[in-house]
């Protein structure tokens, strides 16, 4: 009884309940903060030889789980001949049924997960991870729709695996994830099949927006209050493919240019800037370009004619909604409407390929709201259309209280977005061609990117694989290089696809910094893509 008191004192506090996951034998703390993060919603707190996760968002109802200071502690063992999972302390474990969504869990059935070094398939640290899931999944009596795949691309697992079955048995991961990942994974593989491994791609940023989105985390900053350094900034970003660009021996296949929101830059300086960047003679043969023209009320007839001057025919003009009171609510300086003929005026300039991006569970959006810009979207027929989930990203004014709170009442409610985005866009001819995941989505849901047939774009697909590399131009960019058959062709499941290396080149994020440093950035980005080198 006395517990009891002590743990609804603490749920009225919304303080001191956590999880503490012991690690034992090894150090993978950060496939062990991936899960607690995922059942939590909080963000874990690495330690000494453990992980402390506040649990106060999944205490009510499982106050029994946990010690009488509010502890569930967990131990996490790998030894030479074991991996195991298990509740430390003696307490009372559900029995195997459904969780709250109705999802059956099974799962072995005492508070313990083990298996043999000799008899195990996965790496270790996905092992870890995949029992730490599977064990809080038993005793929580919560599932989540991807199982223990985060941070990871669900495409990559599906290349490792033979059967959508094996999807599901061995990560927990639900049927219709499994197969939605098996499904992207058939188009992933087909657009890849088009790019040489050893071709790169190339991506240039602008980091400013007309204003920030309250659910953004990018690095990209409002031009109004920048207007001083955007010319500075676009002859820094010139000055840095003047000096890359020709030192640079493999073929560039693709080029995008992205942001932030490039139209956001003044007429004379956007046309400045997309003719200095297609005046490299390594961009003449590219098969494709693409350039963001993601808000509507940065779009003009003017930038739209330097880009088909140029030769571009790829854009996207992202609305991320088309209800105007979510549009304001979000901070979006622009309505449907605006983004209605932004889209009549591109498309009768000729544009061939547009791409349009939504996002499931933005701040009261009802479903009905989210399915109704779907359909009008889908009316419209761009040849993409990227569906992306809400997440709690740390840098974003939209904090990560509002959108829990957004979680706790709509993970139902962004799961149905997601089903009805998925079900009508497939009956219209649409395919899943990319997908990825990110943290703190919420309900643990993908980013999917859907096309026409003839309308994927090859850049995102060798950007999000892993299994191509990428130069990346301004500030924050993160360039990779892929070192395709690099000696582990026989490794376990679990194993990039392959046996692929990657080592990853960072730019400095802040722009002023960046505009400073240019040369040494290029000099940076140079050496990285002349020798196999760690930076």
Known sequence: REGRVVMREMTELNTGARIVVRLEGHAFYYPVSDVLRLFTGAIPREEEGRVVCDAASILPGREELFSEDGV?????????????????EDRKVPEAGKDRDGEVISIQSAPQISISRKDMDLPVNREVKRQLYFL????????????????????????????????????????????????TKEREDAVLSETPSDALHVYIGIPFCPSRCSYCSFIAQEAPRKTEILPAYVDAVLMELDLVLPKITSKIETLYVGGGTPTVLPEVLFEKFMRGVLSHPEFKEVKEICVEAGRPDTITERKLAVLMELGVRRICINPQTLCDATLQRVGRKHSAKDFADAFEMARKMGFSVINTDLIAGLPGETTEEFCSSLMRIIKLR???VTVHALSKKRRSSLSRKEVVRTEDHGTKRVEDMLSFSSQKLIEAGYKPYYMYKQKDTIGGHENIGYCLDGGECIYNVAMMSDLRSVLSFGAGGMSKRVFPNSGKENSPKGTPA????????????EPTQYITDVESMAERKIRFFQGDVHL
């Open 72 to 88: 569930l502690t967990i131990l996490s063992r790998v030894s030479e001949e074991w991996v195991e999972t298990v509740v430390e």
């Open 136 to 183: 809080l999944s038993r005793i929580l009596k919560m599932s989540f729709p991807w199982g223990s795949l985060t941070g990871i691309r669900p495409t990559q697992v599906a290349r490792e695996l033979s059967s959508e079955e094996e999807m599901q048995e061995i990560y927990g991961v639900r049927s219709d994830k499994a197969h939605l990942a098996f499904l």
């Open 382 to 384: 761009p040849e993409n």
């Open 498 to 509: 392959a046996g692929v290396r990657i080592e990853r080149c960072p730019c400095i994020k």
